[in-house]
């Protein structure tokens, strides 16, 4: 049974990379991001949300100018009202006249294995197992769950505590396999996977004094990630930080205010650091009211922003 890990070493500590001094604090949809567009208008993010009655939603955000939102669909059932605490990323994958669905999700402080079908006007289809699978307790103290399926045989988990401690594991048959853990962590605000390969996984990060970082992960045993500063000041104001692959090797970036409801889109090139290109697309037109938003991310879900 995976738990929580309480006695987590934190000697591996990416203080040094989290440690710049904040600048003057700016609007969340008026960060200093300028450059050249490191994106495919074309490009968008299928974006998810749990409801307050416990819904599921899918709609589509596209980096046209200005940005589009696509009509949204719903799926009644899926959850209990007020039931999730937290959400990974979905896989969808067609299905019929539907749609096959799975991911993480932490319910009542354990986390689940997810799934359900839905049939062509996104409902659940009685005919297949709706299932919320218990793995194992001690998820009440954690800040947020990711999943990153790198086909055809890895598969991670990782998740941060409250305390800022992150941890990662792998699925190994029936169970998973704990494979590191850092602390140092507690500025960070919110994370997002943009890239995976076969030796390193990365994230996006944005932390409490408004820096902008990539922490890339390698995916050797008790390996220790790295990090490196995109931008210093004004990413402060975004809860939640969700990415979807974006041309060869750039990212389509949703920053959510969750004091105004608000959402902004960034397209971002390829990650190098305080060089990397980021053009501010705009605020999405729509309100950020759900309890909990995720990304729908398809079978092949190639990610090469890093």
Known sequence: MLRKT???AAAAVLAAGLGFAAGAPAQAGTSATTGTSAANAACSLRLGSVTATGAHTSRTVTATAPITVG??????????????QHTGTFVGSPFGNGESRRGLTVLGGALHSSAYVVDGQSQID??????NLRIGGGWGNFRWIEQSIHRPSRNTLYGQQTDGTMHRWVAEGAGWRKTGGVGGLSTVKSMTLISRTATYETFLANTRSGQLMTVRWPTSYLSVP???T??????????????TKCGATGTLLLGID?????GYLYAVGHAAGGSTVIKSLGKV??????????RWAPVNDTLNGD
């Open 230 to 243: 995109v931008r210093a000041t004004t990413w402060q104001g975004f809860e939640q930080l969700i990415a």
């Open 6 to 8: 309480t006695g987590l």
């Open 71 to 84: 009509g949204v669909r719903g799926t009644a059932g899926v959850f209990a009202p007020g039931q999730v």
């Open 258 to 262: 969750r004091d105004t409801q608000s």
């Open 226 to 228: 790295s990090a490196s």
């Open 126 to 131: 009685p005919h297949y197992p709706h299932n």
């Open 285 to 294: 037109p729509m309100t950020f009211s759900d309890p909990k938003y995720f």
